[in-house]
């Protein structure tokens, strides 16, 4: 089922592709050229982060996860991974295979959505916006 549904995205990917072309060549060619470029400048943050969650799940086995982020672990669960999303600098687009292998191994749904979340605000935040964010808690 995965395999017919990831072969129907390639498939029409690949037609809107040859659409563009056909349509106009230079902007196409210039859009895939930014696109590798994209896929070069994430590559490597990509890959460090796939060599460290394959180390730390090589290290924790499913049942330590499943209690500190499982469904089960509730807010406290919840808690850990909100801030956990909110200090990994990784971009948003790494994040999901990360958290597609947490819930393999035991991972709750919820904190993973709460991970990912946290992730992305936190990167949609500006400088200025964090700064005022700070500066209102510590008036607190």
Same mark, same amino acid.
């Given at each position: 089922?995965?395999?017919?549904?990831?072969?129907?995205?390639?498939?029409?990917?690949?037609?809107?592709?040859?659409?563009?072309?056909?349509?106009?060549?230079?902007?196409?060619?210039?859009?895939?050229? /930014?696109?590798?470029?994209?896929? %070069?400048?994430?590559?490597? #943050?990509?890959?460090? %982060?796939?060599?460290?969650? +394959?180390?730390?799940?090589?290290?924790?086995?499913?049942?330590?996860? #499943? /209690? %500190?982020?499982?469904?089960?672990?509730?807010?406290? +669960?919840?808690? %850990?991974?909100?801030?956990?999303?909110?200090?990994?600098?990784?971009?948003?687009?790494?994040?999901?295979?990360?958290?597609?292998?947490?819930?393999?191994?035991?991972?709750?749904?919820? #904190?993973?959505?709460?991970?990912?979340?946290?992730?992305?605000?936190?990167?949609?935040?500006?400088?200025?916006?964090?700064?005022?964010?700070?500066?209102?808690?510590?008036?607190?």
């Amino acid at each position: 089922m995965d395999s017919v549904f990831t072969y129907s995205l390639y498939g029409v990917a690949s037609v809107l592709l040859v659409i563009s072309f056909i349509k106009d060549k230079r902007k196409t060619l210039l859009s895939l050229k /930014r696109a590798w470029k994209m896929f %070069i400048g994430v590559l490597p #943050q990509f890959a460090a %982060i796939l060599l460290l969650v +394959g180390l730390l799940l090589a290290v924790l086995r499913p049942e330590t996860i #499943q /209690r %500190i982020i499982g469904a089960e672990s509730g807010f406290m +669960g919840m808690l %850990i991974t909100s801030l956990l999303g909110a200090v990994t600098l990784v971009p948003v687009l790494i994040a999901f295979p990360v958290a597609a292998e947490l819930l393999k191994n035991g991972a709750g749904i919820t #904190q993973i959505a709460v991970f990912i979340s946290t992730l992305a605000i936190e990167k949609m935040l500006s400088k200025t916006d964090k700064k005022a964010i700070y500066e209102n808690a510590e008036k607190l």
